[in-house]
């Protein structure tokens, strides 16, 4: 059951997941065209696994929160990361959270690692940089939205389907979002990361992992075969292996070497 609150003005969608008192929170963070519902069982089978408690939400113009009331700015990733994210996280008292985000969720989880301190970042499918062939998805998508079943299909998890998609296609597809980066936000990350992607991404290549090694120092990649976009869809359970094996690896906030997740 989905729970409300106002963030950056907006009514903003939430639901949290409680496994452990006094665990860590991971913070799931959807795609350009998800929301709470499409996450569908994976954050808690993945929290369960992981022994941690996890927030997901639903961003502005996604889910049952508030329909965008105008189209998006080239520095809308850039607003989630650095002031709607930091609002929400405070409104609710997560501190340091385990960041897993997905896609555009994947690139606001970095934005805000660039200048916060959070514990971790697993960033799956990350978007650093447009590439062509990112633009030819956002393309194709499009038809198969005007076209086919596609709407109906994200119907089943937004309020306002074309809120959802437009917001999400329009910006993608502008002139003005193709000079989109966030290669310098890198440099400031200091938790560990992280990377994963499928080696048949539709939307992007392997660039993206290749641009982020040498400017994130805690780095670790995890490339997957047989695997698209989605990884969490495609290769649930390979994913929550690896991320609960980076999990446990993670330091203590004192420094020490020992596992932050013991084995039971």
């Known amino acids: 059951m989905s729970d409300f609150l106002r963030v950056q003005g907006q009514r903003i969608e939430f639901q949290q997941i409680h496994v452990k008192s006094g665990a ?12 709470v519902a499409m ?20 961003r502005y113009g996604y889910g ?6 105008g189209p998006r700015r080239p520095g809308y990733l850039h607003d989630e990361a650095l002031k709607t994210l930091p609002e929400l996280l405070d409104r609710l008292a997560v501190e340091r959270p385990i960041l897993f985000g997905h896609s555009d969720g994947a690139s606001i989880a970095l934005l805000y690692a660039g200048s916060h301190s959070p514990r971790a970042v697993v960033a799956v499918a990350p978007h650093v940089f447009v590439e062509a062939v990112a633009l030819d998805g956002v393309r194709a998508i499009r ?15 937004h309020d306002d389907p074309d809120s959802a998609f437009y917001g999400w296609n329009d910006i993608w597809g ?8 966030i290669e310098e936000a890198l440099a400031g990350i200091e938790c560990p990361v992280l990377a994963v992607q499928g080696l048949q991404d539709e939307y ?5 992992l290749d641009r982020m090694a040498g400017k994130i120092r805690r780095l670790e ?13 495609d290769q649930p359970a390979a994913l929550i292996d690896a ?3 980076f999990c446990r690896q993670i330091d203590t906030p004192n420094g020490r070497e020992t596992a932050l997740y013991p084995e039971p």
């Open 24 to 35: 860590p929170v991971m913070v799931f963070l959807h795609e350009g065209l998800g929301s």
């Open 39 to 58: 996450w569908l069982d994976f954050p808690e089978r993945l929290a369960r696994a992981a022994g941690v408690n996890a927030l997901l939400y639903s």
């Open 64 to 69: 049952k929160s508030d329909a965008l009331g």
């Open 143 to 157: 038809n198969g939205y005007e076209r086919g079943g596609l709407r109906a299909k994200l119907a089943h998890y």
């Open 174 to 181: 502008s002139d003005e979002f193709r000079d989109w980066c």
């Open 204 to 208: 992007a290549t392997m660039q993206q």
């Open 221 to 233: 990649t995890l490339k997957m075969d047989h695997c698209r976009h989605s990884p969490h869809r």
């Open 243 to 245: 991320t609960v094996h």
